[in-house]
């Protein structure tokens, strides 16, 4: 279970540790290391190991959208109250907005713009995986829940993203399914197109 | 650090009338604060260029040379015009001092053959690499110790500052330094309360930011410029890469 609201709670969870003594700590320390330390403050890639990527997208699914969209728009947050009190349960998350039967259009663009945005910049820190998959299965979301359309991504593009996110070792079941369905209602009618049905 | 000189300057003696207007005192002062901070690569340097000299001996020619050679003949004019270069400066300037003192010495019948000395003199590179070696562990001790510093006294309401730090700490520090493995991603999120993972990267990429800052001004205390410190950190990355590059093998022949 992931905490969403503990930032006030962190000098309980994390006791003030000893000095790392670093004049030490360094003293004897080969070469190795010491380029390692160098280089951490140049690009931003890697900051986390690909055998996190489970743990960090199911962080990302848990995570509430007002944290990570930066505050909503009142219209925006009207249909997040309304998606809220429609499920009878406090709905905020992204995995609540991707596993809606009926999510608000308004939020899956903002979420898909999100995920866009740092897909394209990786210096703001999300992995980059993380952030496709992230906006492949908002458009998946968007055509299987409320058939609508919101990528101009030609059928062929928007299939190979399905194709790639849907295969990520990392993905969980229900993601995998979403993008899968909506890979294959993609996929479908470009076999309906190319046979003039 | 052990065997930095303890006095309160490493200049007790300067003779500020004799050196006119080729030195201020705060020019003065700032290589005193460089000297020391760097006392150990020098030591290195000399023990491993000229592995003949007593620990003792090396010592006070170690204090010769910051007393009698950096604030005379306009060491500290040309150190200035090569300030980009200062650490290079630095350690040709000891190697020569030292030759040179010890050529006097052997004119004078020193204890020490200056004839046997440069038959044991190992190649120059060798001490070269030890001096450079040292030098950038000082450089980057000091950065971390600044870092931390900044961190657990932070200016102003930064109330998670020293959980940068602490993130710094587990997730690069301790697996490079001490072998640890890395705190799981999920531990991590769970101990500092990080509400996504945008959160958890920012805060990653925030203790990157502030170590790069803290190792900028570091360097820049020797170099004082901008387009110097990028070469400068430049240099020191390619030197720790090539060295590593070349233990490795060395630990590993095919």
């Known amino acids: 279970m992931i905490p969403h609201d503990r930032a006030d709670a962190p000098d309980l969870l994390c006791p003030i540790m000893p000095d790392f003594n670093s004049a030490t700590k360094?003293?004897?320390?080969?070469?190795?290391?010491?380029?390692?330390?160098?280089?951490?403050?140049?690009?931003?890639?890697?900051?986390?190991?690909p055998e996190e990527m489970a743990a960090i997208f199911r962080h990302q699914m848990a995570a509430l959208l007002e944290a990570d969209l930066g505050g909503l728009t009142p219209p925006a947050a009207r249909r997040l109250e309304a998606m809220a009190a429609a499920q009878g349960a406090p709905a905020r998350s992204f995995a609540d907005l991707l596993r809606h039967p009926s999510p608000p259009l308004e939020l899956l663009?903002?979420?898909?713009?999100?995920?866009?945005?740092?897909?394209?910049?990786?210096?703001?820190?999300?992995p980059k995986e993380i952030a496709a998959v992230l906006y492949y299965a908002c458009i998946a979301a968007a055509l299987l829940r409320l058939k609508a359309r919101i990528s101009k991504l030609p059928d062929a593009d928007l299939g190979r993203g399905l194709r790639w996110a849907a295969a990520q070792p990392w993905l969980d079941e229900e993601t995998k399914q979403l993008l899968a369905r909506a890979l294959a209602g993609i996929t479908g009618a470009e076999a309906r197109d190319a046979s003039g049905l | 650090m052990a065997g930095e000189p303890s006095a309160s300057t490493i200049f007790p003696q300067t003779d500020w009338e004799a050196l006119g207007g080729q030195s201020n005192e705060g020019d003065v002062m700032r290589l005193d604060g460089l000297i020391r901070r760097y006392w150990r690569p020098l030591r290195v340097f000399l023990a491993s260029t000229f592995p003949s000299l007593g620990g003792e001996q090396a010592e006070v020619l170690l204090q010769d040379f910051a007393e009698d050679k950096l604030l005379k003949a306009g060491w500290l004019q040309r150190a200035n015009r090569q300030r980009g270069q200062f650490r290079q400066f630095l350690k040709r300037s000891l190697r020569n001092f030292v030759l040179d003192r010890l050529n006097r010495a052997e004119v004078k019948n020193?204890?020490?053959?200056?004839?046997?000395?440069?038959?044991?003199?190992?190649e120059p590179e060798a001490g070269a690499e030890e001096f450079d070696l040292e030098w950038a562990r000082v450089v980057l001790a000091e950065t971390l110790r600044r870092m931390e510093e900044d961190c657990r006294n932070p200016e102003g309401n930064q109330p998670r500052r020293s959980q940068t730090w602490e993130l710094f700490r587990l997730r690069l520090l301790e697996p490079l330094f001490q072998n640890a493995a890395q705190t799981p991603y999920e531990q991590l999120i769970a101990r500092f309360g990080l509400k996504s993972p945008l959160e958890a990267s920012n805060m990653l990429l925030s203790a990157k930011r502030i170590f790069k800052a803290h190792l900028v001004r570091v360097i820049q205390e020797y170099t004082e410029q901008d387009d110097a410190t990028a070469e400068e950190?430049?240099?020191?990355?390619?030197?720790?890469?090539?060295?590593?590059?070349?233990?490795?093998?060395g630990a590993h022949p095919a």
């Open chain 1, 26 to 49: 360094l003293s004897l320390s080969g070469p190795e290391p010491l380029a390692a330390l160098l280089a951490a403050g140049e690009a931003p890639s890697g900051l986390w190991r």
């Open chain 1, 109 to 126: 663009e903002m979420v898909k713009d999100f995920a866009k945005t740092n897909a394209d910049h990786p210096e703001n820190g999300l």
């Open chain 2, 110 to 122: 020193a204890p020490v053959s200056l004839e046997e000395l440069v038959e044991e003199l190992p």
């Open chain 2, 233 to 249: 950190i430049r240099r020191l990355e390619e030197f720790l890469a090539r060295l590593a590059k070349r233990r490795a093998i």
